[in-house]
């Protein structure tokens, strides 16, 4: 019983770890946490976009994250390693983190979903589903689900290539939930051979990739990237102007 008992313990720390490093860590693009034990104390990995923003000036930032780990969540002689994520749009935890700051700064729900739809499927994803619930229009709860491209949802595939993420944001109209599913290309195995694209479509979709990363690069932080797609989401046609007329 004890045995069960301490499994259960350890999965609760690691949920409040990872609620903390998504809000302590979150201008870094927080994705994931592993921790594992060592001989000389506690290995902990953090997977983020932005690798200086944790390490910080002098190592800083390392240090401080260090002295609470192990203060506040019992961590043992604490060692942390930070990675850096490659692919940010094939991450449901970082698209997540996204959308809410969005939808935080008051960014109309559907003009929100649309645009992490389009970033994710031009950061390369083979569909993705995403489902957003509670106080959208008025005071009666709703949901709206929207997908693209192809996402399996059951068996076999979609064990091996779905991820998904969900993340709570605070509105002024009550709590918000979202939920992300993304398909990775490279963990899929087709049975069969698809067909090619053509020229245009592959010049098309490189010139999207490229405005995408220029964006990218001009932000240092996660704030400010959400800052500069503020700007690219408004020129989006949601028709949310035309459902309202039609009231």
């Given at each position: 019983?004890?045995?069960?008992?301490?499994?259960?313990?350890?999965?609760?720390?690691?949920?409040?770890?990872?609620?903390?490093?998504?809000?302590?860590?979150?201008?870094?693009?927080?994705?994931?946490?592993?921790?594992?034990?060592?001989?000389?104390?506690?290995?902990?990995?953090?997977?983020?976009?932005?690798?200086?923003?944790?390490?910080?000036?002098?190592?800083?930032?390392?240090?401080?994250?260090?002295?609470?780990?192990?203060?506040?969540?019992?961590?043992?002689?604490?060692?942390?390693?930070?990675?850096?994520?490659?692919?940010?749009?094939?991450s449901p935890e970082v698209m997540c983190n996204r959308m809410a700051s969005h939808l935080e700064r008051g960014t109309a729900f559907r003009r929100a979903t649309m645009w992490t739809i389009q970033q994710i499927m031009e950061g390369g994803a083979m569909g993705t589903e995403i489902t957003i619930s509670g106080k959208l229009r008025g005071d009666r709860s709703a949901f709206e689900k929207h997908s693209q491209g192809i996402l399996p949802r059951a068996g076999h595939h979609a064990d091996v290539i779905v991820a998904e993420d969900i993340a709570h944001v605070e509105t002024p109209m009550g709590l918000i939930g979202v939920r992300i599913r993304i398909a990775r290309k490279e963990k899929f195995v087709p049975e069969f051979e698809l067909r090619g694209k053509t020229q245009a479509e592959k010049d098309e979709e490189a010139r999207i990739k490229k405005e995408a990363d220029d964006l990218a690069a001009k932000a240092e932080t996660e704030s400010e990237l959400i800052e500069l797609e503020e700007k690219e989401i408004e020129k989006l046609d949601t028709m949310e102007e035309d459902e309202e007329m039609m009231k």
């Open positions: 019983m004890s045995a069960v008992k301490n499994v259960i313990k350890d999965n609760y720390n690691m949920m409040l770890l990872k609620d903390y490093l998504r809000e302590k860590i979150k201008d870094a693009g927080f994705e994931n946490v592993e921790v594992s034990k060592t001989p000389t104390g506690t290995r902990v990995v953090l997977h983020v976009t932005r690798p200086g923003i944790v390490i910080g000036r002098k190592g800083t930032g390392i240090k401080e994250l260090t002295e609470k780990l192990e203060a506040d969540y019992g961590l043992k002689n604490p060692q942390i390693a930070v990675e850096e994520i490659t692919k940010p749009e094939l």
